[in-house]
């Protein structure tokens, strides 16, 4: 019974380049999260998402940023153009219901922006 | 906003110490209060939960009493072991939120020393 996995689990890019990040919840959920973790901070929401709508984007940066949960496949978070402060660990997370208090965690994204 | 604080890391302590990890939050309305764990290289996983006040969670000898007149939820074990190693994030759910998004604080950090 796989939990909620992340690839890749380190990601280097380069300034400017494109970082896609993959999230597959746990089987049978259709609410996923997005976290972002930057060094010496907490865990700061960005993104929740259900299957083929995002609910609640109010931590998304205006610019570069999109994310996405189609029908089928694995969630994705998008960063154009990265910059150097976009470097940070992204951790995903699912639950079977809207509101439900438990959320799985992924193992995260480890972003590095050279 | 809400708002989860935690007290600064890391927390080194030998094991069978006490352990007492603060955690106050801002929040409007009645708010669940959530402390995750987070081992190395992995994803965070729920510890213990309480929904309202009074309320005391608990789970693998750590416990939590929700305190409203103080607005915390201070995490405490009475004897740590060398497993318990690991950062542990507070958290809350606004009651009014159905889309379950979680406020996380920065994460504290503990090593425990044999």
């Known amino acids: 019974n796989a939990g909620v996995m992340q690839n890749p689990r380190h990601l280097v890019r380069r300034r400017g380049q494109e970082a896609r990040l993959r999230c597959s919840p746990v089987?049978?959920?259709?609410?996923v999260y997005w976290y972002r973790q930057l060094p010496e901070e907490g865990l700061k929401f960005m993104v929740y998402?259900?299957?083929?709508?995002?609910?609640?984007e109010s931590g998304m940066p205006k610019e570069r940023f999109s994310a996405e949960f189609p029908k089928e496949g694995p969630s994705i978070l998008r960063i154009q153009q990265v910059v150097r402060g976009d470097s940070a660990a992204y951790f995903c997370a699912s639950s079977p219901l809207m509101g439900n208090e438990k959320l799985f965690f992924g193992s995260g994204t480890q972003l590095s922006v050279l | 906003g809400n708002s989860v604080t935690q007290m600064e890391g890391p927390v080194t302590l030998s094991e069978e110490a006490f352990l007492t990890i603060n955690c106050t939050y801002t929040a409007t309305g009645y708010p669940s209060l959530f402390w995750y764990v987070q081992y190395p290289g992995e994803g965070l996983q729920l510890l213990l939960k309480?929904?309202?006040?009074?309320d005391k969670g608990s789970n693998k000898g750590f416990e939590a009493t929700y305190r409203k007149e103080t607005t915390s939820f201070h995490l405490e074990k009475g004897s740590v072991q060398v497993s318990d190693s690991a950062v542990y994030f507070c958290a809350l759910r606004d009651g009014d939120n159905q889309g379950g998004k979680l406020i996380f604080g920065q994460g504290t950090e503990l090593s425990v020393k044999p």
């Open positions: 089987k049978g959920h259709s609410h």
């Open positions: 309480a929904t309202k006040a009074d």
């Open positions: 998402l259900q299957k083929e709508n995002i609910i609640d």
